[in-house]
């Protein structure tokens, strides 16, 4: 079995684990006991009380102090975390930190901007985004050589933001860090407004 076939089959076992998990989450969310959203007696339907504030705007740095983090799933990406933390500093004057995602600590997650780049199969930060359906980057979407920028509100309600930078595969990331890049350029202030840019892969584009 070749390499890239080794990599296929590996990309659709984490997948079919990562749909397993979904699942089953649901069925524990809306469960009679969960306490999080109860059906309503009467319909069936789960009532959602209180929604949650949207934090539309990301800072990524505040005065002269980095107030965001660089999070890279491995080795291969780290030149392109670089690239995100040069035109920071070219826009801000300060030094966002880099650091691999699986040093990542609970409390800088959940207190500073991260910026995530990857999909579903090489980066477990963008495995836990996707198994919260919050972002959808994986080897079908958005395709060969897209990408996405976007910004993903609150996940862990917190009330701090991920910018996420995604592909189906390196060329599509590293588009997507050039595309974040330029939009940085123009960040003077050190915070972003909402980001939602897709653009399709040629075989996704035709499936869509």
Known sequence: MSDSQRNLTSGARRLCRVMLV?????????????????????SGMVSIEQLKPMRLETPIVRGDRPVAVIAVPGDSYA????????????ATGVSLPVVVEDELTEEARRSRTVIAMGNLMISRFAERLYRMNYVHADVRYPGVGGFVVRTVHDPWGSGSNVLFLGGSDREGVARAVARFSEIVTDCRSGTLPQLLEVQFGETTRDEW
């Open 79 to 90: 030149e392109l975390a670089r690239s995100v933390q040069k035109a920071v500093l070219a």
């Open 22 to 42: 979904t699942v089953a989450g649901l069925l524990i969310l809306t469960g009679p006991e969960s306490g999080v959203a109860k059906p309503s007696q009467e």
